[in-house]
């Protein structure tokens, strides 16, 4: 509603545009640049509403999207939607944006454990449900900080995302972690940048109404 304000653009115009740019700074999903040395794994749900929950994000129907984060610590980070939190998914997810030389570090959730044997540096993990949260420098705690970001976002400036749009809310959060320490002007030109070669039509950025 900002950029529509500031731009005179219709609101279907300023949407579309900041889509475009939200495409900019997504990693391309098929070769993604691998996360290296330790990375936090978390995962989360949001939207919905929270009615008939019966286990982990299972929300009846107005069951919540599930995100999936991986964050280097003191580097980038990667957020994307996932269709379900399932153990396969998960680990998928990590094989494809993680260097093998790499540390990871989760909670105790059963969709983790035997994702070690892929990594040199192994995997560790903290049970939250007996109270733990840090062990040494063992913890997710710098993957639950994105997500405390991310939410706060999502509801303090955007309102109300659908979850057909969701994955490039996922992506603009994910750019602005990874290059926090950028000032706004050199921040802006890697938009720019990262732009070339890719594209949007309009088609593919409105939500498609169910047949």
Known sequence: MEIKRQTGLSYQSALFMMHRIRLA???????????????????TFVGGKPRNKHGRGKIGPFQKAPVMVLVERGGAARAFPIDRVTSFNLQQAIRQNVAPSARIMTDSYKGYPGVGVQFAGGHHSVNHSQGEYVRGD?????????????????????????RHHLHRYASEFAFRYTNRKMDDGARTALAIRKAQGKRLIYRASVRKKPA
Do not use: C, W
């Open 25 to 43: 700074m997504a990693e391309d999903p098929a070769t993604p640049p691998k996360l290296t040395g330790t990375v936090e794994v978390d995962e």
């Open 138 to 162: 063992v913890h997710s705690n710098t993957a639950e900080s994105f997500f405390a970001i991310f939410k706060r976002g999502l509801t303090g400036v955007y309102h109300s995302v659908s």
